[in-house]
């Protein structure tokens, strides 16, 4: 039975991933902080848990770093908050923010990276939000982009190893993260087809994992302009 670890998986997006590789017969270790959700995960077969806060390296090590063998890692977990006011730039929510995507993502790194064998895989949960820059966005967007050269970066070195490294880029996908946004999310799909896309991507040893494609797709060719003119674009639409 193949194993997979999934951080973030009390919520949205990797509680799909856990009950999709469940479903398809994985042994899975769900990762999260919510003792209710971590209990309910429990109660489903070949499911076991890890409670745990990743932004504190100690309990990460300690409950991480001897778990065998693991043929799959997923680092989803992750959280957003937005910046209101920039001029008066809140470096504590800058702080937990990239604390949570980045500085966590480390802390795992360090504790699964050698539990990883030969044939193995690793996948890193970015945004796409991190292909331009976003109104508001400074901390969430600079965190996930910081994520994006890392899934770069380690699929260069640990090519060597045979271990394949992918970065998933999701679009906008429903989940308790989103629900509390205040705008509009054009293409937005449900965390159940997310999870069915990484799953579809991760089959295939994909590195760039992005979704749905004519969101994507247009973030990415307009990420090729120059940035005087995704500055005027987006000051356009921020007026409207
Ligand atoms: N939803 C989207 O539209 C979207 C788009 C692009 C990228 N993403 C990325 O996808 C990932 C999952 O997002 P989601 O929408 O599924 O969010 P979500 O529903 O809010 O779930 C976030 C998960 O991360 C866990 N988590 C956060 N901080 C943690 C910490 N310090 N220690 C342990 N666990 C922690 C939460 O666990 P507990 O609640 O148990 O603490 C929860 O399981 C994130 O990295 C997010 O940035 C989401």
Known sequence: MKKVL????????????????????????????????????ESYNNVSTIAVDLCDQQQVTEKMQQLGSLDLVILNAGSCEYMDDVKHFDGQLFARVINSNVIAMGYC???????????????????????????????????????????????LDLKSQHIDVSLVSPGFVKTPLTDKNDFAMPMQISAQEAAKRIVTGLQKRTFDIHFPKRFTLILKTLSLLPDSWWRLISTRILQK
């Open 109 to 155: 790194l360090a504790a699964l990276l050698p539990q990883i064998p030969a044939g193995g895989q690793l996948a890193l949960v970015g945004s796409s939000a991190s292909y331009l820059p976003f109104s508001r966005a400074q901390a969430y967007g600079a965190s996930k982009a910081a994520v994006a050269y890392l899934a770069r970066s380690l699929a």
């Open 6 to 41: 999934i951080t973030g998986a009390t919520s949205g997006i990797g509680e799909a991933l856990c009950l999709y590789y469940q479903a398809i017969g994985y042994d899975v270790i769900a990762c999260g902080r919510k003792p209710d959700k971590l209990a309910q995960l």
